[in-house]
């Protein structure tokens, strides 16, 4: 079992985003950040309804970012699933070249209008 890392509040941010899919078993949203030009995954704290939201729509989308580090065991499970997935090989690389690699990112919902 992995453990969870440890999560700290960094900053809020608002994006314009697009929302490509839309879980609402694990409450995540998968979507298209249309400034920066790449896709993320917002989670949807309970007491926001997740069931008005709109695949395909445009929203201003105001979120918590949080950051840990990365531990060892999330680090070899990344490894292990690299081996089968060309996509995961290559989110690694890019992580690596651009300084990212050691930390995790995670946002939370705060709000969302559409624009």
Same mark, same amino acid.
């Given at each position: %079992?992995?453990? =969870? &890392? =440890?999560?700290?509040?960094?900053?809020?941010?608002?994006?314009? #985003? /697009?929302? !490509?899919?839309?879980?609402?078993?694990?409450? =995540? !949203?998968?979507?298209?950040?249309?400034?920066?030009? %790449? &896709?993320?995954?917002?989670?949807? +704290?309970?007491?926001?309804?997740?069931?008005?939201? /709109?695949?395909? /729509?445009?929203?201003?989308?105001?979120?918590? #970012?949080? #950051?840990?580090?990365?531990? &060892?065991?999330?680090?070899? !499970?990344?490894?292990?699933?690299?081996?089968?997935?060309? $996509? %995961?090989?290559?989110?690694?690389?890019? %992580?690596? /070249?651009?300084? $990212?690699?050691?930390? !995790?990112?995670?946002? =939370?919902?705060?709000?969302?209008? +559409?624009?």
């Amino acid at each position: %079992m992995i453990k =969870e &890392p =440890e999560w700290k509040f960094e900053k809020t941010k608002t994006k314009i #985003v /697009q929302i !490509l899919d839309i879980n609402e078993e694990k409450r =995540e !949203l998968d979507v298209f950040d249309l400034e920066a030009l %790449m &896709p993320f995954v917002i989670d949807v +704290p309970s007491n926001l309804l997740i069931d008005e939201i /709109q695949k395909g /729509q445009t929203y201003r989308a105001t979120f918590k #970012v949080f #950051v840990a580090n990365l531990t &060892p065991d999330i680090e070899k !499970l990344w490894e292990k699933e690299s081996k089968a997935s060309v $996509a %995961m090989r290559k989110s690694i690389e890019t %992580m690596k /070249q651009s300084g $990212a690699y050691g930390k !995790l990112y995670k946002f =939370e919902l705060v709000s969302l209008k +559409p624009t």
